[in-house]
């Protein structure tokens, strides 16, 4: 019980001033600041997207660089989307909710992970395998609090 009122109070700053599920721009509301998340898969790095192949989906626009990358995430966006709402993988794992550097990835096991900037990401990737289960353990706390609020 004191571990869950402890990662309450940790996050309740970031509850506060407005945590989205998805990390999204303040003027267009773009996921990963406009970059295509499939590009990450199937490029292997960040290419920004276009306005003309554009989606929205929980909350936020996604954007793509070629309509066959948009029919890709529109055919399972769960499998393309960042963990972590595209906050920072690194932070989450430390119980905050940071944007994260869309140049700054890697994906694991099949899933795509964002990072703050290249610092973090070399951090993360000595150990992503702690960093993950310990995100993925905020990141429901998280979630639950935000729709707790509700």
């Given at each position: 019980m004191?571990?869950?009122?402890?990662?309450?109070?940790?996050?309740?700053?970031?509850?506060?001033?407005?945590?989205?599920?998805?990390?999204?721009?303040?003027?267009?509301?773009?996921?990963?600041?406009?970059?295509?998340?499939?590009?990450?898969?199937?490029?292997?790095?960040?290419?920004?997207?276009?306005?003309?192949?554009s989606?929205?989906?929980?909350?936020?626009?996604?954007?793509?660089?070629?309509?066959?990358?948009?029919?890709?995430?529109?055919?399972?966006?769960?499998?393309?989307?960042?963990?972590?709402g595209g906050?920072?993988?690194y932070?989450?794992?430390?119980?905050?909710a940071?944007?994260?550097?869309?140049?700054?990835?890697?994906?694991?096991?099949?899933?795509?992970?964002?990072?703050?900037?290249?610092?973090?990401?070399?951090?993360?990737?000595?150990n992503?395998?702690?960093?993950?289960?310990?995100?993925?353990?905020?990141?429901?706390?998280?979630l639950k609090?935000?729709?707790?609020?509700?």
């Amino acid at each position: 019980m004191k571990l869950k009122i402890i990662l309450f109070l940790l996050t309740f700053p970031t509850i506060l001033f407005g945590f989205k599920k998805i990390d999204v721009t303040k003027t267009e509301n773009l996921a990963l600041s406009g970059y295509d998340t499939v590009a990450y898969f199937t490029e292997g790095k960040a290419i920004k997207g276009s306005p003309a192949y554009s989606v929205e989906w929980e909350g936020a626009v996604w954007r793509f660089y070629s309509k066959t990358n948009l029919k890709l995430f529109e055919k399972d966006p769960h499998h393309y989307a960042p963990q972590f709402g595209g906050y920072c993988s690194y932070e989450i794992s430390n119980h905050k909710a940071v944007s994260c550097n869309p140049e700054a990835f890697m994906i694991y096991e099949g899933k795509l992970y964002v990072l703050r900037n290249q610092d973090i990401f070399l951090i993360w990737s000595k150990n992503p395998e702690k960093y993950i289960e310990l995100g993925r353990r905020n990141w429901d706390v998280l979630l639950k609090s935000k729709n707790d609020k509700k």
